[in-house]
């Protein structure tokens, strides 16, 4: 039996998926190979050697001709435990924050109903909503990246949102909004879903969790990605009962498998490691964002409270290419928003790392 043609099988694609998704590019990931990866905002410390052995024996004894429980119950216990989330919260876990995300909308909203947050911000909240078969509205911030309120306010009244989303604090930017404008917006959005993205949680000198059930429109989501635990895909969203039992009802079942299960609840137990290693990289952040200022070709150096720092040059694609050469690989979010125009963004890693990328950004200035 001969193979049928491309021709044939592309003619049978272009008739039957969906015009937006052929139109759109997938999310693109940088090829870091050989090269210092400071572009994902990742936690660069590894774990002690007897919590690696604790995982090791938890894997060891995981069940994997087995299917997952349905309640991931040592998971919750340890993660109560690490974090301040209220006793009568409910949480829901999903494979990553970027798959919760997607869940919210897709309870939430019919075809056409508004997803609202201030831009620039996570490009998810766009991407999901398109998928979802929502509408997205973006707010500009303001230059300095803080919240355009009056903007915000008359576009929450205009579109009536099923669901805004506040990422707190925010990337790309690094900013924390301001707790009390997002209260305002939190009142302003009733009876639609605000959805606080605490992604950042672990760098932040603020935190919505202890008040998730304060207001009866709010969650708040998590991830363990960026406290160090990015390669086992986990996120987690917490808030009322009512809104969780509805969540779980779109949740893919065994969408946590049983690995990432044994390996955070055993890390999560250690959770004070993951707590000083966030410290470290505050303390390192401001040693970098220092040092930025510092330097004469840097326009700007924008204040963070995130594991990143967003910096402004004049030639943003020739310092980016140029990192690039020197084997120094940051993410080049210049065209992702006017108001980004000529940023980049570095995550902040170990004191040696971090001084890797300024002596070659030096060179790379000086040419």
Sequence with gaps: ????????????????????????????????????????????YGLP??????????????????????????????????????????VMFGNGSDELIHLLIQATCQPGDVVLSPVPTFVMYAVSAQWNHARFVGVDTLPDFSLDMAAMLSAIAQHKPK???????????????????IQTLIQAAAPGLVVIDEAYAPFA???FMPHVLEAPNVVVVRTVSKQGLAGIRLGYVAGASAWISQFDKVRPP????????????????????????????CMDREKLSTALKN?????????????????????????????????????NVSAGHP?????????????????????????????
């Design 1 to 44: 039996m001969s193979t049928v043609s491309a021709a044939a099988v592309e003619a049978c694609v272009a008739s039957v998926v969906r015009a937006d998704v052929q139109s759109t590019r997938a999310y693109h990931v940088g090829d870091a190979t050989g090269l210092l990866k400071l572009d994902a905002m990742e936690n660069p």
């Design 49 to 90: 050697e007897l919590v690696r052995q604790e995982v090791a024996q938890a894997l060891a004894g995981a069940t994997l001709n087995r299917y997952p429980a349905p309640d991931a119950v040592a998971l919750e216990s340890a993660l109560r435990t690490a974090t301040a989330i209220p006793t009568q919260a409910s």
């Design 163 to 181: 669901v805004v989303f506040l990422a707190y604090p925010n990337n790309p930017t690094g900013c924390a909004f301001g707790i009390e404008e």
């Design 205 to 207: 000198s603020h935190s």
């Design 254 to 281: 065994y969408n946590i498998n049983v690995l990432t299960r044994e390996v955070a609840a055993v890390i999560l137990r250690h959770h004070e490691v993951l707590d000083a290693q966030a410290q470290h990289l």
């Design 295 to 331: 330097m004469s070709d840097v326009l700007e150096v924008y204040p963070t409270h995130a594991n990143f720092v967003l910096f402004r040059v004049g030639k943003p694609d020739e310092v980016f290419n140029g990192l690039k050469k020197q084997g120094i690989l940051i993410r």
């Design 339 to 367: 108001l980004l125009a000529g940023c980049l963004r570095v995550t902040v890693s170990t004191p040696e790392e971090n001084e890797q990328f300024l002596s070659a950004l030096r060179k790379v200035m000086a040419k």
